[in-house]
């Protein structure tokens, strides 16, 4: 089933079912998090990143169901871009395609972005495939980068250039 998501500019309203996602013991893992947040301290967060784009994803019935971030380094034209349904139930149903598509339309279209960047790790086979659809390229391996639960992790990066998004654009249905 491919559901059709949409976004929405980031407000406090999407605080508290955040905060319930990224203190889960799934999200925590999947990002690498090391601190506790609150709403508090993620408010705190969110205001001091002028910087960070945040997206909330919408379902079809406009409900809140996860978030999708861009770093933007202006200087380089660069994004470093995270995503994630926060409710395991709104997964493998489109969604997270349908909101990595609408920012990377923001990312290139809108704020003429050269580079987006991403990081994955390497067990994390929903994600990679997801990029690899879309158009991201492996740029190649950080070797124990993470250390977490005592041990290293080592983490993916790919990115994707303008250029070859307008080409994914123009040549496939995405
Ligand atoms: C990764 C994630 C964003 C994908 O979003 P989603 O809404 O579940 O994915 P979709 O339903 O849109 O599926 C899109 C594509 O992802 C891949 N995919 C999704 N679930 C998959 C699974 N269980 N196994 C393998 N590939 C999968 C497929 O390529 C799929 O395309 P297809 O259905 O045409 O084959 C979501 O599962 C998630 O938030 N996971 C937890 C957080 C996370 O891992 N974030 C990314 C960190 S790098």
């Given at each position: 089933?491919?559901?059709t998501?949409t976004?929405?500019?980031?407000?406090?309203?999407?605080?508290?079912?955040?905060?319930r996602?990224?203190?889960?013991g799934?999200?925590?893992?999947?990002?690498?998090?090391?601190?506790?947040?609150?709403v508090?301290?993620?408010?705190?967060?969110?205001e001091?990143?002028p910087?960070?784009?945040?997206?909330?994803?919408?379902?079809?019935?406009?409900?809140?169901?996860g978030?999708?971030?861009?770093?933007?380094?202006?200087?380089?034209?660069s994004?470093?871009?995270?995503?994630?349904?926060?409710e395991p139930?709104?997964?493998?149903r489109?969604?997270?395609?349908?909101a990595?598509r609408?920012?990377?339309?923001?990312a290139?279209e809108?704020?003429?972005?050269?580079?987006?960047?991403?990081?994955?790790f390497?067990d994390?086979?929903?994600?990679?495939?997801?990029y690899?659809?879309?158009?991201?390229?492996?740029?190649?391996?950080?070797?124990?980068?993470?250390?977490?639960?005592?041990?290293?992790?080592?983490?993916n990066?790919?990115?994707?250039?303008?250029?070859?998004?307008?080409?994914?654009?123009?040549?496939?249905e995405?």
């Amino acid at each position: 089933m491919t559901e059709t998501a949409t976004l929405r500019a980031y407000g406090p309203e999407h605080d508290a079912t955040t905060v319930r996602w990224l203190d889960s013991g799934e999200l925590r893992a999947t990002f690498g998090f090391r601190r506790a947040i609150n709403v508090e301290s993620h408010r705190r967060w969110v205001e001091a990143s002028p910087d960070t784009y945040i997206w909330a994803i919408l379902d079809t019935r406009g409900a809140h169901c996860g978030n999708t971030l861009l770093h933007v380094n202006a200087r380089h034209c660069s994004g470093y871009f995270q995503m994630y349904i926060g409710e395991p139930a709104a997964r493998g149903r489109g969604l997270g395609a349908t909101a990595l598509r609408l920012t990377l339309a923001n990312a290139f279209e809108t704020l003429a972005l050269h580079r987006v960047w991403l990081h994955t790790f390497a067990d994390n086979l929903a994600a990679e495939a997801l990029y690899r659809k879309h158009g991201f390229v492996l740029e190649g391996i950080e070797r124990d980068a993470i250390q977490a639960d005592g041990r290293f992790i080592s983490q993916n990066r790919w990115s994707q250039l303008a250029d070859e998004w307008r080409r994914l654009r123009e040549w496939s249905e995405l």
